[in-house]
């Protein structure tokens, strides 16, 4: 994995005419506080637009009698699809469920029998019907945090230069040029295509100037500058 220092230094040696600085994190140099900046941005969209699996995490909390909400991961994003179990009893949970289904559970008629329905509200997990005992609920989901400490523990942003991100390096340092020499030159930048950089990720292709999913197309039209 790259460190912070390393994902931009490799993005400016990419743009010409700016000295490459020896830290970033607490450097006040206009060059270093943008490269900061701008590895913030690159790796929130990132994280944010794709299913990474080295994002994918395991959790699961205990239920409590006459308790219906719980707290999600601090750093939870999105469920990993058809994850969640009720452990004890090896059954699935129902969900999440629309608003007009749960209506219905917890204020309506319809039942669902003896497996629990869920739905996430607040950054809660809401279960019904309220367990009655404590059994355990198990799910995988992706992590918000998309880089760690030297040590490899998850953070939710960049805090020494040694940090270590857990995404894909090439598309970071990309990003990161392509809007360094954007937002700093107002100049288009010579190291890549006038329509951006497309590659595929988790069969998706992802564009590195925008750094958001194309569904229809691997090329898209660059941000215009306002």
Not at 56 to 81: G, Q
Not at 126 to 147: A, E, I, M, N, R
Not at 167 to 181: H, K, M, Q, S, V
Request: contains cysteine.
């Amino acid at each position: 994995m790259a460190t912070l220092l390393s994902l931009c230094s490799d993005a400016l040696n990419d743009v010409d005419g700016f000295e490459v600085p020896s830290s970033i994190i607490g450097n006040t140099d206009p060059t270093a506080v943008l490269l900061l900046s701008l590895a913030t941005r690159v790796g929130r969209e990132l994280e944010r637009e794709v299913k990474w699996a080295a994002l994918e995490t395991a959790y699961s909390f205990a239920t409590v009698a006459a308790t219906a909400a719980y707290d999600l991961p601090e750093d939870y994003r999105r469920f990993v699809n058809q994850t969640i179990y009720n452990v004890s009893e090896e059954q699935p949970l129902i969900g999440p469920v629309s608003g007009m289904l749960w209506a219905d559970l917890t204020r309506g008629s319809f039942e669902c029998g003896f497996l629990y329905s869920y739905r996430v509200k607040g950054n809660r997990i809401h279960l019904t019907p309220t367990p009655t005992d404590v059994q355990t609920v198990g799910f995988d989901y992706y992590s918000k945090y998309f880089c760690t400490d030297e040590n490899g523990v998850a953070q939710a942003g960049w805090l020494a230069d040694t940090d270590l991100f857990r995404l894909d390096e090439e598309l970071a340092t990309l990003g990161i040029a392509y809007r360094f020499n954007d937002v700093y030159t107002g100049r288009k930048w010579a190291g890549a295509p006038a329509e951006g950089v497309a590659r595929s990720v988790n069969g998706k292709p992802v564009w590195t100037g925008q750094l958001v999913l194309a569904p229809d197309s691997t090329l898209l039209e660059p941000l215009k500058r306002k």
